[in-house]
């Protein structure tokens, strides 16, 4: 089961800022870096941010993240329709010797 | 160009045994572990594991640990998840992925349906 916690759904009009939390804890966010994917309908998760804040090259400039403590946030600015998505958290979990965890993912909705 | 191909779709029904696998290309295979992914239907991503390929060291998570093998062949570039006896709830699309930055890279999927 996800030990990353997300609001299943979010959504926003085109133009707006959509923010989607992921909360943790002390043994996975609170000790390691959190990376984010995005998935599009019928396809596979592509990396969105790593390292907390950090894009891929070629991820626009609209996508952000941060981490504070136990738990982090992802921002989509000037929010598109291609924006419609699923969107996950993860991080390692330093507990039981290594295990990378997923968030419970959030659906994006562009109205 | 950095690929992680994997094989095609596959029908079995519950008992039998199945093996898939996932090449890499573009990229030095033994340097970067590989992970595998399983997503089930509707619902969301679940790590089960990863494979040093230089090595073969593997570790899973305790909640796929001893229900699947994951194996890599690094003389052909290649990881494989397999199962000895599979039920329908392994019912999913499975990912093999080199998922961290700088530049994630995830494989297609393979979908796996188990049915009588």
């Known amino acids: 089961q996800s030990v990353l916690t997300q609001p299943p759904s979010a959504s926003g009009t085109p133009g707006q800022r959509v923010t989607i939390s992921c909360s943790g804890s002390?043994?996975?966010?609170?000790?390691?870096?959190v990376n984010w994917y995005q998935q599009l309908p019928g396809t596979a998760p592509k990396l969105l941010i790593y390292?907390?804040?950090q894009r891929p090259s070629g991820v626009p400039d609209r996508f952000s993240g941060s981490k504070s403590g136990t738990s982090a946030s992802l921002a989509i600015s000037g929010l598109q329709s291609e924006d419609e998505a699923d969107y996950y958290c993860a991080a390692w979990d330093d507990s039981l010797n290594g295990l990378y965890v997923f968030g419970t993912g959030t659906k994006v909705t562009v109205l | 160009e950095v690929q992680l191909v994997q094989s095609g779709a596959e029908v079995k029904k519950p008992g039998e045994s199945l093996r898939i696998s996932c090449k890499g290309s573009g990229y030095s295979f033994t340097s970067y572990w590989i992970s595998w992914v399983r997503q089930m239907p509707g619902k969301g991503l679940e790590w089960m594991g990863r494979i040093d390929p230089s090595d073969s060291y593997t570790n899973y998570s305790p909640s796929f640990q001893g229900h699947v093998t994951i194996s890599a062949d690094k003389s052909i570039s290649t990881a494989y998840l397999q199962w000895s006896s599979l039920k329908a709830s392994d019912t999913a699309m499975y990912y093999c992925?080199?998922?961290?930055?700088?530049?994630?890279?995830w494989g297609q999927g393979t979908l796996v349906t188990v049915s009588s």
């Open positions: 002390s043994s996975n966010i609170g000790s390691n870096t």
């Open positions: 390292s907390n804040n």
């Open positions: 992925a080199r998922p961290e930055g700088p530049e994630g890279y």
